[in-house]
Each structure stands twice: as C-alpha cells, then as structure tokens.
C-alpha cells in the first residue's frame, strides 16, 4: 500500500465513525497529490471528501468537490476512473436536487446518462440505474409525477435482472466492493408506490409494493430488507385505505414480527413507525390501555436514538400516549407525558418535530381546560360530622 492509499485509509476509518470533519480535512489533503500512479487515489479521496461534507450537511461545497473528479479526469479511459466520473455526477445531481435545485439535477443526470450509455461494467449500470433513480426524484420535485413513474418504470425494466458483482476498485463514499442494482431496483417500486398512493391509485401503488416482497422478501442484504420494510409499510398504509384498520393491523404485525428485534442500522425507523401505527388502530377501535402500550414500548425502545426520523415517529408516540392515557381516564400520567414530550423536544429544528411539540402544548391545554371544568362541574364535598365514625 502507498502512503497516499494510507492516508485514504484513514479517511475513511474516520468517514465510517462518523468523525465526518476529520475524514473531510484528510480527502482534502489526499486529493492535492500529483503524483501520477495515484490518480485512483485522488478521485476516491474527492468522491469520499464530498460524502462527508454531505454528511456534514455542507451541500454547496460538495458540489464543486465533486465537478473537480470530472474536470480532473472526465476523458479517463481507465475503468476505475471511469467509475469515479460516473458516481461523481449521479453525487453531484443527488446534492442538488437536495439544494432544491432540480432542473440543475436532471441536467447533471442527463450528462451522466449521455457519457456511459450502454456501459456493461457493473459498476457503471450501478450508477446509470442511480441516475434513473433521482432522475425520477427530480422529475417529482418538478411536479412531473408522470414522467418520474416512467423513470422508475425504466429502471425496473432495464435492471432487475442484475445480479449482485464484485468491482476491482470502490468509489463509493463507504469503501464498499459490491456492486448490487437490486437496491435501486426496489426502491424505485417503492418510490412508485408513493406517487401513485399519493394520487389515489391505491390498487397499483400495492402492486408496487407487492412487486418489492415478492422479488426482495427472503433478501438478507441490510439495503434490501431496508427496501423490503418501507415496502410493507407503504402496503399497510395503502390497505388502511383499501380494506380498513384491520388490514393493516395485519401487515404492520408482519414488520415488528419481522424486524422487531433487527439490528440493520436503517430498520429501526419502519419498526417505530409500526409500532405507532399499530397503537393508533388501537386506538381508532376504542382499545385505549392497547394503544397506550404500543406508543409506551415506542418510546422505551427508541427514545434515546439520534436518527431524525427515528425521533419523529418517537415525538408521535408522546402525543398520542397522551391521548390514549387520558381516553383511558388516567388523567395525571397523561399531563405528565406531554409534558415530558414538550421539555424534550422544545430545541428541536426539524419541522416535523417543532410540528408535534404544538401538538402535544395544544392537547394538553385541552386537556388541562376539561380537569378544570370537570372538578368545576363536582359537586362541594358534604360536611361530615365527627359523630360519623363510632
């Protein structure tokens, strides 16, 4: 190994703990050798070094990090060089449809479908199939919710024949060596499925998801049974509106019977949202002790995760543990579960977040007006005579 390979190495050692400023600081430094056998070197170092300011959630520097891998050696004919020009254009219009730019994205995606179509490498049909992907994702930013469920469409039909295939070189921000187009093979299905249930089309968006299982459902990659959980809890979404609650009740059971006890680092967020999900049903049936444990054993399993969405489902949880508590006429524990949600979550930035702490300020001053017109309402205790007792 050279001492550029080393420092690399590092990098990502860092990258992988998540020590994203460190990582980003030595890519830097990778990235300015000229030492000519280390081209391969310097193209990772810029991809990874782009990753982490992703990572960092420095977007408009990643960008120009990674139109460098292409000025640099966009005329490469070496298949590792290639790779990296190819993985640097579908990063560059991933971070831009982020910025909220996605007439740019498409325009950088189009430019990377244009330079490698007909490619046979499997890690150039990764990266075309990555291409269609957030083409598709552009395209719905944009409102062209036709044109995306073409592009996800074209993705299933010209890659769900390919198998998993080891590459000579990794240009991905992980360090990963195996190519697999499954993975964009299902979540194109899955983000099908989401436009279509968006529109009302129930019955296709469940093909969709249906489409995800059956090819992915016995899968034991970690980014495959991630795509095979979203799948079912897209389906349970779609027959709570098909069928009703009981067909969903079904289909969120198989997630935790599933997934419940998984240790994939993306699965938690799908169990959450099931568990939340199963004790609203719960709750909808009347079975309020039911629903409040279901929102309980939410909290008690992912109340201390630091994954945003995560959280989400967790501050849901909170506010309906509330209601159920207090439906259940357990009054006290009710307020004091708001509370608990209000102090944790009050400096919170995330929308989503900031949206269920108003919730949960807004329940439970409901809930504080109906105890005070409830003991309003009672009648003055009776004087008793201290002849009562003999």
Not at 128 to 134: D, I, K, T, V, W
Not at 137 to 144: E, S
Not at 337 to 350: K, S
């Amino acid at each position: 190994m050279t001492e550029v390979s080393e420092i690399l190495s590092q990098g990502v050692a860092l990258s992988r703990a998540h020590r994203y400023e460190e990582a980003a600081g030595i890519f830097g430094r990778v990235a300015e050798s000229t030492d000519p056998a280390a081209r391969g070197d310097v193209a990772r170092a810029l991809i990874y070094r782009a990753a982490a300011l992703h990572a960092l959630g420095r977007l408009e520097e990643a960008a120009p990090v990674l139109e460098q891998v292409v000025h640099r050696f966009g005329d490469a004919t070496e298949p590792e060089l290639r790779a990296a020009v190819a993985t640097a254009l579908v990063e560059k219009g991933v971070v831009l449809g982020r910025l909220g730019r996605p007439e740019q994205a498409l325009t950088t995606l189009d430019e990377m479908e244009a330079r490698f179509a007909g490619a046979s490498e499997p890690s150039l049909r990764e990266q075309m199939a990555s291409a269609l992907l957030n083409t598709g994702v552009a395209l719905d930013q944009l409102g062209r919710t036709q044109d995306a469920i073409a592009a996800f469409d074209e993705l299933v039909r010209l890659y769900a024949g390919d198998s998993p295939a080891p590459v000579p070189y990794a240009v991905r921000a992980g360090g990963e060596e195996q190519s697999d187009v499954r993975t964009y093979v299902a979540r194109a299905l899955n983000e099908k499925a989401v436009l279509l249930l968006r529109g009302g089309e129930y019955r296709e968006a469940a093909t969709a998801c249906d489409a995800v299982l059956s090819r992915y459902a016995e899968a034991s990659e970690p980014a495959l049974r991630e795509q095979v959980a979203r799948a079912l809890v897209g389906k349970a979404a779609i027959l709570f509106e098909l069928d009703g609650p009981g067909a969903a009740a079904g289909v969120y059971d198989e997630v935790l019977t599933r997934f419940g006890t998984a240790t994939d680092a993306a699965l938690p967020r799908y169990v959450a949202q099931a568990l939340v999900q199963r004790g609203a049903i719960s709750g909808r049936a009347g079975r309020d002790e039911e629903a409040a444990r279901a929102f309980e054993a939410t909290v008690r399993r992912f109340g201390t995760s630091t994954d945003p969405a995560v959280l989400e489902h967790v501050a849901l949880a909170m506010v309906e543990l509330g209601s159920a508590l207090w439906n259940a006429g357990r009054r006290e524990p009710a307020i004091a579960v708001l509370d608990e949600m209000i102090a944790h979550f009050a400096d919170a930035t995330n929308p989503v977040l900031r949206e269920q702490v108003a919730q949960a300020q807004a329940n439970k001053e409901l809930v504080l007006a109906e105890l005070a017109r409830a003991r309003a309402a009672a009648p003055a205790p009776r004087h008793r005579s201290r002849w009562w007792r003999r």
